[in-house]
């Protein structure tokens, strides 16, 4: 998650420390409350409050067999270390609703299933704003939402 603050208040606050600027890409800090992320989740259509700006991206995104890869991988080493990191990186470096909902080859899991069984409210939140499809299911017949 990101948030904006003013560094240089901060930078005064602890006595004139060094600020330093990292540039790079910040994701849009959105507030949902209980209730709007229950009627997220509950919806069977339209299941993230944005859904006109994604579904221009689902028809211009293909994921090439090698970023297909990297996304098994990356879901594997989720579920055996619980290091998520991989699995953020490549969320967050293509953004489209292809990665969003991408399912495993294997077991179908995909990144939103992930962060739900790791307990990770943030990005699960993140994704439903991005337009993850929680109704997707696994091999077994469940969702995320189970």
Known sequence: MSATLDAERF???????????VPGFTYP??????????????STENNHPDST??????????LTEEYKVALDEAINVSFSDDNLDPLLDLISSDGGPKVFNYQHS?????????????????DICMLLSFGADCHLRVNDGKTALD
């Open 29 to 42: 800090v959105k507030t949902f409350y209980l209730e709007d992320v229950l009627s997220i989740v509950k």
């Open 11 to 21: 930078s005064k606050y602890f006595g004139g420390c060094p600020v330093i600027r």
């Open 106 to 122: 294997l077991s179908g899991v995909t990144p939103l299933m992930v962060f739900a069984g790791k307990g990770c409210v943030g």
């Open 53 to 62: 700006s994604t579904s221009v991206k689902s028809e211009e995104s293909i």
